[in-house]
């Protein structure tokens, strides 16, 4: 999913695509017909925490095998 959905320009610069607009309603219909953007807080903000947590994770994992 990574590879749809993050895009790398030719500068380093990382866009986050298909972000949907809005977390106000737990409903799934609401989020499937919702708008979609690119870098919005919500998307980029969850996906910085997952990778530091996938990095920790890592060199844990990698400490472990050493």
């Keep these: 999913m990574i590879k749809y959905k993050i895009v790398e320009s030719d500068t380093g610069e ?3 695509k ?7 309603n737990d409903v799934n219909d609401y989020y499937i017909t919702r708008k979609r953007s690119e870098n ?8 910085i925490m997952a990778c530091m947590k996938v990095e920790k994770l890592t060199s844990i994992c990698v400490g472990v095998n050493q």
């Design 14 to 16: 990382v866009t986050i």
């Design 18 to 24: 298909g972000i949907v607009i809005g977390t106000s």
């Design 40 to 47: 919005d807080l919500h998307g980029a903000g969850i996906f």
